[in-house]
């Protein structure tokens, strides 16, 4: 039996009710609408289904991919021999004060709505950035000033030798759109924040300021995977894309968003290859007018 079936079998039998999809299109899990067929995407139902998992796909030496909400990700068109673990169904979420404790699936819009229904404030820049806790934490994720490392206590994952740990946010190797999960490929698995008592009134007003400010400036009605790049030390992506005279450059079905030029936008069906080449002809375009080495931020699964 070939050893992703055996490994689906034992997930099966052991875990009943986990979600496991054969041959599933990334398109439908990515922000970006783009990908090829994994060969097998499953949604551990339970923090010990999943350690389960990452272990048995260690021991059979699988190549496996843990995901969050798909919208830092470009998977290429190709079909990928590959296990995809959805941190989805990690969605436990519960209060302890002025702190939160939260499974690594849970998304940042609920875990925001949740802090303000139990009056803490702090996590309000995050409430629009369409992630999951743990996609966030992995990149430490941030907006209009605010970042993950700013609110993380801790965080419990599972390392490369299979060993639950929990580590305080000073060990958790923060940097811009850095954490040391970056490195290790470790499972996070959930985290404790720090939060501090709020007004819900102005918690809210902060909330809907920042949604409203999205709105008006982000793309939000087209697939994406938000900014394509990285901010260089020398400024930001999107002011030089635009200076570059960038704005609305289209390769295929894929764009350099009218409204924002830090987007890069699906159109409609648009390709992997319409992506990278839009991605490599923006960061030439860069480079040429101010010398600058564009990075992508979006994760790129070829
Ligand atoms: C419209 C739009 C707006 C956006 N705005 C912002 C913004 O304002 N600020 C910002 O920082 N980002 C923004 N993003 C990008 C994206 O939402 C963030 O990077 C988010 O943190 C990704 O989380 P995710 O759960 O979707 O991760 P995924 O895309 O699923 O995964 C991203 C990476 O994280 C890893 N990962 C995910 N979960 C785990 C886990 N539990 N353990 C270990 N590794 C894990 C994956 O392996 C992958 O390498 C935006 C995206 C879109 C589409």
Redesign the pocket.
Known sequence: MDQIDLFARELNSDFPGTGIFFGEPMSRHT?FRIGGTVSLYAEPKSIEAFVWAVREAKRLELAY?????????LFSDKPHRLVVLS?ARLDTLRANGDSIISG?GVLLSRLGSFALSESLTGLEFAH?????L???I??N???YGGELRDVVEAVTYLDGGGTLRTVANRDCGFDY?RSR?MDTG????SATLRLRPGDPKEIRAKMDDLSARRREK?P?NYP????AFKRPKEGYAAAMIDGAGLKGLTVGMAQVSEKHAGFIINLGGATFEDVVKLMEQVKAGVFEKYGVELEPEV?IID
């Open positions: 922000t991919l843990i995901t969050g909400n798909g919208s830092n990700l941190t690594a629009g950035i369409p992630g999951s743990g996609g966030g992995y990149m994720a941030g907006a759109r999960f470790d499972a996070i698995l982000q939000l994406s995977a938000g900014s994760r």
